[in-house]
């Protein structure tokens, strides 16, 4: 289990009391020993709509970490908030950020030595905390992951990017993987870092409003010589593309989203865009779609067609189109 590190001075924070413990006015700010005593790891989850998934990744956190839920501006609401099984910070964003954003607001705010990132679909095996910072103390300072595994089990390994794509033949076989492992690449479901170390390197990009932000980090990272280890032997499971609720509107916007990120990332790094070959492509996606009417594949493509035609100058996230 996770434990609190030496105390240091900190500002009071406001929390939510666990399910079945009513809060009284002596705990809406933290008490004196709170405030002084600053924990080893701060867990930092975004949500967007996340009521109904968020509780298990919470509840997964073990006792001793500092736990700060930042919520996106939910249509919603945080009303989950009240529900947890365990206490919680809450930073209500004023308005959709972004995944990125939102989790550099959650590390400006963390006391933690460490900050581990984690979706709300997310849930971590016990010991995994322990794992990840023992290798951070053993190895110097990195981007620790953990393995990330399907609720059925299937290891969910990052293994290529947009601007780094591993074809399939290249990739890690699980024989092959005897222990802890560099990488290239950050999988933004799940990994710990030094919380000066991330605020170092910049922490997410936030002209990136969601998807390839963990990408951008990876190459600032190595750059920088900062290496990527994953350990596989802490365990975090992952239901993947549940964070909100689904639908077919959230599904074209997240992939406009999507799209228009990716742009933004080649051109950053000066890798150009194939246009005119990738709107042919996502334009064959959604015929076939239509023709074998699998209205899910289609709104797919169709959303990172639309997020290509927008052009490599629009923004990445919300603009005049206010889809989320």
């Known amino acids: 289990m996770a434990r609190c590190g030496a105390a240091r001075r900190g500002a009071t924070t406001k929390r939510h009391a666990p399910r079945g413990e009513p809060m009284t006015p002596n705990e809406t700010e933290a008490t004196d020993t709170e405030a002084t005593a600053a924990p080893l790891v701060s867990v930092i989850l975004v949500s967007y709509n996340s009521g109904a998934v968020i509780g298990r990744a919470i509840a997964s956190v073990p006792e001793g970490c500092e736990v700060i839920v930042v919520d996106n501006a939910s249509p919603r609401g945080t009303g989950f908030m009240d529900g947890l099984a365990r206490s919680a910070r809450l930073i209500a964003l004023p308005r959709n950020l972004g995944f990125g954003s939102a989790c550099n607001e959650g590390a400006r705010a963390a006391r933690g030595e460490y900050v581990f990132f984690l979706n709300p679909d997310a849930a971590l095996a016990p010991g995994a905390l322990d794992r990840l910072v023992a290798a951070e103390r053993a190895y110097g300072p990195a981007i620790l992951m953990p393995s990330i595994l399907s609720d059925t089990g299937r290891p969910m390994r990052k293994e ?16 092959e993987i005897a222990g802890d492992y560099c990488t290239r690449f950050v999988h933004g479901a799940a990994f710990l870092m030094k919380r000066a170390e991330f605020l170092a ?35 975090v499971s992952h239901s993947g593309g549940k964070s909100s609720p689904p639908s077919w509107g959230a599904t074209f916007a997240i992939n406009r989203y999507k799209k228009r990120s990716e742009l933004y990332v080649r051109r950053k790094y000066g890798r150009q865009p194939q246009m005119a070959t990738d709107a042919l492509r996502l334009a064959g996606g959604c015929l076939l779609a239509l023709a074998t009417l699998d209205m899910h594949r289609f709104m797919i ?7 290509l035609l927008d052009g490599p100058q629009a ?7 206010r889809e989320l």
């Not at 923004?315 to 189109?321: E, H, L, M, N």
């Open 160 to 175: 290529g990017s947009i601007l780094e794509p591993v074809p399939r033949a290249a990739r890690l076989k699980a024989e």
């Open 301 to 307: 493509r169709a959303g990172k067609l639309a997020g």
């Open 201 to 235: 390197l910049g922490g997410f990009d936030e002209q990136i409003f969601l998807y390839h932000e963990d990408d951008d980090l990876a190459l600032r990272a190595l750059a920088r010589d900062l290496p990527i280890i994953v350990v596989p032997q802490a365990q």
């Open 315 to 321: 923004p990445t996230g919300p603009g005049r189109d």
